[in-house]
Antibody
């Protein structure tokens, strides 16, 4: 079955960087865009950006431009998100999600289990 | 603009019907998709397009869209439907956005 498995929880100090992985299985990795979404404690969902696992092209939310980098490793069917210059407001659960689309419709399914990133001094 | 607006909370009596709405300019061009999230769990797709459900999802979940508003309706709400629900859409620039979420309480 289609599955996205993310790396484990991270604790980082302010100013540091964090890199989270998302390993895909059960489908052709290069056929579907992957997205990253985060959720701060008690808050809603926030879109961070997307990567094309085929060519590696990316599109980032304007808010995170310059601080976020998304990469992929086709040999292991894994995508990565790296967020730099961490601050306490970056404390959140980070999710990867596969995009499916048809015409004017697109949707995210499935989602990874989430990775908690805690930024604390 | 990719901003999407949802009511923060709604309640519904067990077995009754509840409609959750999502408003935004991007919905005039792109369909919304809807996600259910229960405490401590990852979001899960419940609806996409005009009215398409993932396989295995109960048919009490349905959707509609008109103008700048998308709606998710739960007909005959069950206790297990109590959750947060988020709409999502994209805009013409290729960015995506989520609504603020609606907490559904089943009484």
């Amino acid at each position: 079955q289609v599955q996205l498995v993310q790396s484990g929880a991270e604790v980082k100090k302010p100013g540091a960087s964090v890199k989270v992985s998302c390993k895909a299985s059960g489908y052709t990795f290069t056929r579907y865009y992957m997205h990253w979404v985060r959720q701060a404690p008690g808050q809603g969902l926030e879109w961070l950006g997307t990567i094309d696992p085929s060519g590696g092209s990316t599109r980032y939310a304007q808010k995170f431009q310059g601080r976020v980098t998304m990469t992929k490793d086709t040999s292991t069917s894994t995508v990565y998100i790296e967020l730099s210059s961490l601050r306490s407001e970056d404390t959140a659960v980070y999710y990867c999600a596969r995009e499916l689309s048809s015409g004017w419709v697109n949707w995210f399914d499935p989602w990874g289990q989430g990775t908690l990133v805690t930024v604390s001094s | 603009s990719s901003e999407l607006t949802q009511d923060p909370a709604v309640s519904v009596a067990l077995g009754q019907t509840v409609r959750i709405t999502c408003q935004g300019d991007s919905l005039r061009t792109y369909y919304a998709s809807w996600y259910q999230q229960k405490p401590g769990q990852a979001p899960m797709l419940v609806l996409y397009g005009q009215n398409s459900r993932p396989s295995g999802l109960p048919d009490r979940f349905s959707g509609s869209s008109s103008g700048n508003t998308a709606s998710l309706t739960i007909t005959g709400a069950q206790a297990e439907d109590e959750a947060d629900y988020y709409c999502k859409s994209r805009d013409t620039s290729g960015s995506y956005a989520f609504g603020g979420g609606t907490k559904v309480t089943v009484l």
